[in-house]
């Protein structure tokens, strides 16, 4: 069975510090990997997704994130934080299988800048 | 339509009582989620619909909930003798699958239905 862990409830930055925000998973085979992104009174929105190739992908908002396999780890990082940067961030995964395999999300961290 | 649009945005039901929460996905989209979201926590997965499958409700957490997708569009999600536990955001996304290798997908969510069970 596939799961996915994010094992900070919230993560406290000042702004213009580097962010990381931490997932692991678990899945048979080569895992399709996402971030989604919830800010205060919003909707899920997408960020970014790693399905194979490099393992750093780049998504929205100068967000980044680094796929290993070794460490079966997601992390989300982002050079220099903003307030605006202040929200509830999902990892996501999904095996691989067919189109029969469903999205599975962490337990969500919120993440704090502070100015 | 632009977006998946979800009904009600808000629902006070009393205890025991059945509601009805809809979802109509982005034309198209082949693959429609329903998760739930109690107090701003995370996303528990309740059941996946895609295309004429057979729906994974492994999610669904009792025999009180069910859901159905009609025409591989719109979708209902039907919760009987609601409970207070029941209270939650509960969050339809769908996604386009393309081809056999179909895991590569953006889900789209919608704003959600907050049902609250006095």
Request: hydrophobic residues 35%.
């Amino acid at each position: 069975a596939q799961s996915v862990a994010q094992p900070e409830d919230q993560v406290n930055v000042a702004e213009g510090n580097p962010l990381t925000v931490k997932c692991t998973y678990s899945v048979s085979g080569n895992p399709y990997l996402f971030w989604y992104v919830q800010y205060p009174n919003r909707g899920l929105q997408f960020l970014l997704k790693y399905i194979t190739g490099d393992n750093l992908v780049k998504g929205s908002y100068g967000f980044e994130a680094e796929f290993n396999k070794s460490q079966t780890s997601f992390h989300l990082k982002k050079p220099s934080a903003l307030v605006s940067d202040s929200a509830l961030y999902f990892c996501a995964v999904r095996a691989p299988y067919s189109s029969a395999s469903k999205i599975i999300f962490g337990s969500g961290t919120r993440l704090s800048i502070r100015p | 339509g632009a977006g998946v649009s979800q009904s009600p945005s808000n629902k006070v039901t009393e205890k025991g009582k059945d509601v009805e929460l809809r979802c109509d996905p982005i034309s198209g989209h082949t693959a429609l989620y329903w998760y739930r979201q109690s107090l701003g926590q995370g996303l528990e997965f309740l059941i996946y619909f895609q295309g004429n499958s057979a729906p994974d409700k492994s999610g669904l957490p009792s025999d009180r909930f069910s859901a159905e997708r009609t025409g591989g569009s719109v979708s209902t999600l039907t919760i009987q003798r609601t409970q207070q536990e029941d209270s939650a955001v509960y969050l339809c996304a769908s996604s386009l699958v393309i081809g056999g290798s179909s895991g590569a997908n953006v889900l789209t969510f919608g704003a959600g239905s907050r049902l609250t069970v006095l």
